[in-house]
């Protein structure tokens, strides 16, 4: 497509872009790149089951022989500890097959990873070599069929034996079966099974325990059954099954001790006294699973806009005022079905390099302090959910605005949605996830407000998350309650950054504060004695309050992600680049602003007319992006071996081109036959002039039937 761009518009750099978008591990990234355009790892749309999974496995090993998955490990065992770069690198192969990326993920980023941070480096020396190599394929057997995202009430026990010093593995009823494990019903040889941990009649909780499944020629171990979990909505590479353990017995030494350890005599010890922060420690360690899938999902953003918006770039439907059809993008709500997506994505990039940050810092143990933990886990917590559910949302809105060529395998778009649908139940289901957010605002609330009457908790609620969660997003609005009424008249310009995060963080601390009174009511009345009348009133009013608690923690991560695009916006020194990038982040926030836009009403934050003038700001925004459309997914970087999608290729131009060039051949000709209307309106204004038709009487015969 011609350059649409005026020549006294700024301009985007579309090096200095791409260079924010990779952020710190490029390298990585690039590299990962260039493996994932190798055609032996892409995805072959339409094969059968049974032959993906054989070809996903084939291409771990194309994984190993091409050094692409020790980063994360020991340099001792031919890793390169580098926990952020193995994470930005494996974000990248869902360009290649997410089948592939999902079951490496399991390999090494759970199976290996969970031997790596839960166990000690006897179990490092034993296991980690044969894992690293894929001559131990494994299994990461966690979730069961009746608990999934409540692992600490799991039913798979692990029952120590004094006399022969053995762990007894058991799944007692069908509701403890692991279950939706990748590597379970083919080619994994172990499992890291978590089971509750039983000495001395004592269950001390959630442990790790390396259990082998089946012998090196794919006989199942004795005790162990495995059922195929079959055909499912995608990932169909991936050999996703069930496990069940009856009465298997380990040896004591195969319980991966980082975190609690039993002796010969059956004592149990362990350096966290609590058993509940010590289960949340265990799990923690693991998080990288949810940081993976995060920028995951934005990679499958970034191609559902590439093709889409390439697509819509060439593709012409209707004749317009110029006489030649007019091209897709340059129709208003096609421009507002993918330009604000295409703004999201900018948004969420800049907020998993955050995100990822964060996570090297825990994991190379620069800065591994509980406060860093718990911060890591509450950002993944949040960003996951979030961009998790908007690949979705992308990749069938893309789908959708390239017709029917969209729904054709080739083009990736279906493919992609149906890969990407269990992206939101994979390491926690979303609600649950921001479930957990949302605990932690309230937690940080009432940390700081433990003493205060519901006055006081009222005119604070503007500042009610203050400096310690400041640390990772918010910001202090600096108004009470009482003052937040202001907020919309005080305001200058919707257009201005202050104005964007005021309202925002407002959303989330009013939000917070109100179910935080609502619990701290709850009880008004019950005897402090009445014990089990207080927690079902707190169960009670908890409940109910849930939706809104999650409401708010989706809010919350919204924040972040505008803040970490206003971050990044900072580093821009281009001046063409940042104003470009201005307009965009300007029309992520402000669509924040305008899908609450009923939230702000009822809070009487925003009037009737503040919200119209929102929405014609963003019609004027995405009217000034539509010119940058095709270059502001230039950065991304994806190239056609990444992309491959035939109608991101050009060859639509070259359809349309051929199309246009035929037609103004007949007419050049004269050959081009005249159409019936013109026909008609030719006739008429004859008739009115009182002059002889120059259209020849068969013409009019023939228009006439």
């Known amino acids: 497509m011609a350059d649409t761009t005026p020549s006294s518009q700024p301009r985007i750099d579309v090096d200095v872009v791409s260079d924010a978008l990779l952020g710190t591990w490029k390298a990585e990234r690039l590299a990962s790149r260039a493996l994932a355009s190798d055609p032996r790892l892409h995805t072959i749309p339409g094969q059968a089951m049974d032959a993906h999974r054989e070809r996903a496995l084939e291409q771990m090993d194309i994984l190993v022989e091409a050094g692409a998955i020790q980063r994360a490990f020991p340099t001792a065992l031919g890793g390169s500890d580098n926990h952020g770069g193995n994470i930005a690198a494996f974000q990248e192969l869902v360009l290649a097959d997410p089948s592939l990326q999902i079951k490496s993920g399991v390999q ?82 172990a499992a890291v099974v978590f089971a509750q941990l039983i000495t001395r009649g004592v269950n001390h909780g959630v442990h790790a325990f390396f259990v082998p499944i089946r012998t090196a020629d794919g006989e199942m171990m004795p005790g162990v059954g495995s059922e195929d979990d079959g055909v499912k909505g995608g990932l169909n590479g991936i050999d996703n099954g069930r496990l069940h353990f009856s009465h298997v017995r380990v040896p004591r030494e195969n319980l991966l001790n980082r975190y609690g350890d039993v002796a010969a005599d059956g004592t149990y010890s362990s350096a966290i006294e609590s058993p509940g922060r010590r289960f949340f420690t265990m799990i923690g360690t693991l998080v990288q699973g949810r940081v993976s899938l995060d920028g995951s999902a934005v990679r499958a953003m970034q191609a559902a806009l590439g093709i889409a918006i390439r697509y819509g770039s060439e593709r012409r439907q209707f004749p317009g005022a110029s006489g030649r059809e007019t091209v897709l993008i340059d129709y208003g709500q096609h421009q507002r079905r993918l330009l604000p997506r295409l703004a999201q994505t900018y948004a969420m990039t800049f907020a998993d390099e955050r995100l990822l940050t964060v996570f090297d810092e825990v994991f ?13 886990e509450t950002l993944a917590a949040a960003f996951k959910p979030l961009s998790t559910w908007a690949a979705l949302d992308t990749l069938q809105e893309a789908r959708e605005a390239c017709g029917g060529s969209g729904f054709i395998a080739k083009n990736r778009l279906v493919g992609l949605r149906a890969d990407l649908d269990i992206y939101v139940t994979f390491e926690g289901d979303n609600n649950v996830l921001l479930q957990l957010v949302g605990k932690r605002l309230l937690t940080d609330y009432a940390a700081q407000f433990k003493n205060a009457d519901r006055a006081t908790l009222a005119k604070a609620a503007a500042t009610q998350l203050g400096d310690r969660v400041s640390r990772f ?32 963080a407002d959303r989330v601390q009013t939000m917070v504060a109100e179910i935080a009174l609502a619990l701290r009511d709850a009880t008004k009345g019950i005897a402090k004695s009445d014990k089990r009348a207080r927690a079902i009133a707190n169960e009670e009013v908890f409940n109910a309050q849930q939706h809104k608690l999650i409401e708010a923690a989706r809010a919350h991560g919204e924040l972040l992600q505008w803040e970490a695009f206003t971050e990044a916006l900072d580093k821009i020194a281009d001046p063409g680049s940042r104003q470009v990038l201005t307009w965009l982040r300007d029309l992520f926030g402000l669509g924040l602003i305008e899908q609450h836009a009923a939230w702000y009403l009822i809070a009487g934050r925003i009037s009737a007319h503040r919200a119209e003038s929102v929405t014609a700001y963003i019609d004027r925004l995405i009217g000034r992006l539509r010119p940058h459309a095709l270059d502001l997914i230039e950065p991304f970087g994806l190239t056609p071996e990444l992309l491959r999608a035939e109608i991101a290729t050009g060859i639509e131009a070259e359809r349309q081109e051929e199309a246009h060039a035929y037609v103004e051949a007949q007419r050049a000709a004269g050959t081009w036959p005249i159409h019936e209307k013109e026909l008609r309106k030719q006739q008429q204004g004859d008739q009115r002039a009182g002059v002889q038709s120059a259209v020849a009487p068969e013409a009019v015969a023939a228009a006439a039937r």
């Open 108 to 189: 090494w980023g759970l199976f290996g990873a969970a031997i790596l941070h839960l166990g000690t480096e006897k179990h490092h020396e034993q296991w980690l070599p044969d894992v690293m190599s894929l001559a131990l394929p494994g299994a990461f057997a966690m979730t069961e069929i009746g608990h999934g995202s409540d692992v600490a009430s799991i039913g798979t026990t692990a029952t120590y034996d004094a006399d022969t010093e053995e762990f007894e593995i058991h799944t007692p009823f069908r509701g403890a079966w692991k279950d939706y494990l990748g590597n379970a019903a083919l080619h994994g040889r």
């Open 364 to 376: 190379s143990g620069a800065k591994d302090t509980d406060e860093n933990r718990e911060d890591l």
């Open 473 to 504: 997003g918010l910001r202090q609005v600096g108004q009470s309650i009482a003052d937040l009424g202001q907020v919309a008249r005080s305001v200058e310009s919707m257009r201005t950054p202050e104005a964007q995060r005021e309202l925002l």
